[in-house]
């Protein structure tokens, strides 16, 4: 008897056991069942999450002269300084110097950098990086400085890889990268292409005549010396051009396609590309920067000693390369590669230079008017809140006409600071835009981010609108 009743008080307290299961509160917080197996998920074929990642950022006037003091920290004896023949007879590369020297640190300085990097002149720079053994690296100038240094300690670290093992596919293999690269501290000179903050690297393919580039987080500087100092060396074209860069930055970024409709869905995060799609947290600082690029532009184009001009825009630099380089960029930069790749015979002003060449931040903004005519009607909301940033009148504005009001709003001021004409001004005719088509192609990466989808025939119309602006 005494067994049964046993037998029964087991029965009861299972029964109970299995009522409490049932009931008990289903939040992962105070459920045990969730512990267990999880329950199966289905597949999704677009993306749910964004990461963000971007170097250390430390701005302010005279903070170069700390970079010394900042190797010496990390235990960094020898360096690899990394400039072009220009910025080699200018201030700020003899500021790095004097600090490294007093600080005690080596360095040799690789001059050889290419404005507008080819990938034989990425190939030189990592053949001299393999060739010593450096502990880390030093950038110093705009884009082309800081990508070719990228890619050199890339590479470096990667003694077997081959060299389109990194690029981004289709032209290359588009490897994650799964090595440990060496700190590399980025001294932007120039307020334009947010280097600083990026894991993206970018040349000419010259085999193809046009650019692509490599794009991992593992690749980003460890530090940007944002020196605002800086920028009173840049000629007026220049910091007209790198400033277009901030502004189609700015302008493209949060015009993404949003993180959460951007296919495919990784299996791994670390197959989570760099370029995202649009997000509430890049765009906070995509705004910002298109607010200090409408205020400040113009004044930093127009006044190489406006100091509060050009240290705002090496500032809204810094953010827009931080909402960018989470987000990404779609359209304007996607066509500007085949249009630096193909150039012909035009130089730019202002740009001590041996070899033809459209700068990039030109050759981006001057499809900017046809290209968000274009994605308006995709995010309408995104292109007027854009445009009324930028000065546009929306208060009467219909939501149909967001594209054509923020390309003439961008019309209008690129006349005023008197950028180029369109693509004929710099060389282009309507005869090369199937070369032009051909080499926008191969940019999926961020063409794939434009929120509205296009075909050839559709990138054939962008060009030939972008031929004249005025």
């Not at 009861?12 to 329950?39: M, W």
């Not at 007879?89 to 007093?102: A, F, G, H, I, M």
Request: hydrophobic share 40%.
């Amino acid at each position: 008897r005494q067994q049964r009743v046993m037998a029964a008080g087991r029965d009861r307290v299972v029964q109970l056991l299995r009522q409490l299961q049932h009931a008990q509160c289903r939040c992962p917080a105070h459920s045990h069942s969730y512990s267990q197996a999880p329950e199966q998920v289905p597949v999704k074929s677009t993306d749910y999450a964004f990461q963000m990642t971007c170097s250390n950022v430390r701005y302010g006037p005279g903070v170069t002269k700390e970079v010394g003091m900042d190797l010496q920290n990390m235990g960094i004896r020898k360096v690899c300084v990394m400039t072009d023949k220009k910025l080699a007879k200018l201030p700020p590369l003899q500021v790095v110097l004097n600090s490294l020297v007093k600080n005690g640190v080596q360095y040799q300085l690789y001059d050889n950098v290419r404005v507008e990097p080819t990938d034989k002149s990425f190939k030189d720079a990592i053949t001299f990086a393999r060739t010593h053994d450096f502990d880390g690296y030093v950038a110093v100038g705009g884009g082309s400085v800081i990508d070719t240094c990228k890619a050199a300690n890339l590479y470096a670290c990667s003694p077997d890889a081959d060299f389109l093992d990194y690029v981004n596919a289709p032209i290359g293999k588009g490897k994650p990268v799964t090595v440990t690269v060496k700190p590399l501290i980025a001294v932007p000179t120039t307020a334009g292409t947010g280097s600083e903050t990026t894991g993206v690297a970018i040349f000419d393919y010259e085999k193809i005549k046009t650019k692509t580039g490599i794009a991992s987080r593992a690749i980003r500087p460890h530090l940007g010396i944002v020196d605002p100092l800086h920028t009173l060396h840049m000629p007026t074209r220049l910091a007209a051009n790198s400033g277009f860069d901030v502004l189609c930055h700015a302008l493209e970024s949060y015009t993404a396609i949003p993180f959460n409709k951007r296919s495919p869905c990784p299996t791994n995060p670390i197959n989570r590309p760099a370029y995202q799609g649009s997000n509430p947290i890049s765009d906070i600082w995509a705004k910002y920067a298109l607010q200090i690029a409408a205020k400040y532009l113009s004044r930093a184009i127009r006044n190489a000693d406006d100091l509060e001009a050009r240290s705002s825009m090496h500032l809204a630099s810094v953010c827009a390369g931080i909402g960018f380089g989470n987000a990404g960029v779609h359209l304007c930069h996607g066509m500007s590669y085949p249009i630096s790749g193909l150039v012909k015979a035009y130089r730019a002003k202002d740009y001590d230079v041996a070899h033809p060449l459209v700068p990039h931040g030109l050759s981006v903004v001057l499809t900017s008017p046809a290209v968000f005519n274009f994605t308006g009607p995709m995010c309408p909301e995104r292109h007027l809140e854009a445009a009324e940033i930028l000065g546009a009148d929306i208060r009467n504005a219909k939501l149909q006409d967001a594209g054509l009001i923020l390309a003439e709003t961008l019309r209008k001021f690129l006349f005023d600071v008197d950028v180029d004409d369109g693509l004929s001004a710099v060389g282009y005719t309507k005869g090369d835009i199937p070369a032009l088509v051909k080499g926008t192609l191969p940019q999926e990466r961020v063409t794939k981010l434009a929120p509205r989808p296009q075909s050839e025939e559709e990138l054939s119309a962008l060009f030939e609108a972008s031929m004249k602006l005025y």
